[in-house]
């Protein structure tokens, strides 16, 4: 995205969600020497030299006791580009996270506009708490498409209208849908992860189930993707402990 957009930019539609990491000071090797100075004291720095697997039972015994803090000492930042309601949901997400979001104060708003994928399952069954979602037909799928993307033809106009017009970007902001796609920068620790991933996304190996809308899981997913790497022997131990963050 530029802060100079072609003129009269048309409305684009997708259905993913794109996930990079930008930068990272992550390994399994952190929870280690964060968990032995309580014992070790500064002897505890070897561990910076060691090889984390032999180490693997240390980070299974803190992950199952729940032993939280040692898996704060590190960080990750992941540039985030998803439907602004998908942020929405995100940003309930405080304690050990740090955001910052382009604004519609201070550049105009591209049209990117979010339309569910063809597998994106649409009708929801059942009562609050015991929602189910199944496939939902061709008719079904076409409404949905054709409804958005008019919707978002008709919001966008508008808005180009205003600023056409000399009105604040932050004031014609606001006939924008939740559906416009935003992006983000997102910092956390693995702890902080952890707690996102046991809530927004469904894992056969969670203790404790959980019911996620789709699109905060496809961002959950692909962090956890790239989580995965970084701290392997730290990603093994939450998967085998229920997936509940320590």
């Not at 910076?48 to 180490?55: F, I, M």
């Not at 998908?86 to 506009?113: D, I």
């Not at 019911?211 to 956890?224: A, D, S």
Request: one cysteine or more; proline letters at 6%.
């Amino acid at each position: 995205m530029t802060d100079t957009p072609a003129a009269d930019p048309k409305p684009s539609f997708r259905s993913d969600v794109t996930v990079e990491l930008v930068k990272h000071t992550a390994g399994d090797s952190d929870v280690l020497w964060a968990a032995r100075v309580s014992t070790a004291g500064e002897q505890s720095l070897e561990e910076l030299q060691k090889d984390p697997e032999r180490s693997r039972g240390l980070i299974n015994y803190l992950m199952r006791d729940r032993h939280g803090s040692p898996f704060e000492h590190n960080s990750m930042t992941f540039f985030i580009s998803a439907p602004i309601f998908v942020f929405r949901e995100f940003m309930r997400h405080r304690v050990g996270w740090s955001y910052n979001e382009e604004s519609g104060r201070y550049r105009e708003l591209q049209p990117v506009f979010y339309v569910p994928g063809a597998d994106r399952k649409l009708v929801q069954q059942g009562r609050p708490g015991k929602y189910e979602f199944v496939e939902g037909s061709d008719a079904q799928q076409e409404l949905t498409a054709r409804a958005m993307e008019d919707s978002y033809r008709q919001a966008y106009e508008a808005y180009q209208e205003m600023l056409a017009a000399g009105v604040a970007r932050e004031v014609a902001r606001a006939v924008l849908p939740v559906g416009l796609f935003s992006s983000m920068y997102a910092t956390c620790n693995a702890r902080s992860l952890m707690h996102f991933l046991g809530l927004r996304t469904q894992h056969e190996q969670a203790k404790v189930p959980s019911f996620p809308q789709r699109e905060i899981e496809m961002v959950g997913e692909k962090m956890e993707e790239h989580w995965a790497k970084l701290m392997p022997l730290t990603y093994a131990a939450f998967n085998a402990n229920g997936r509940v963050a320590p």
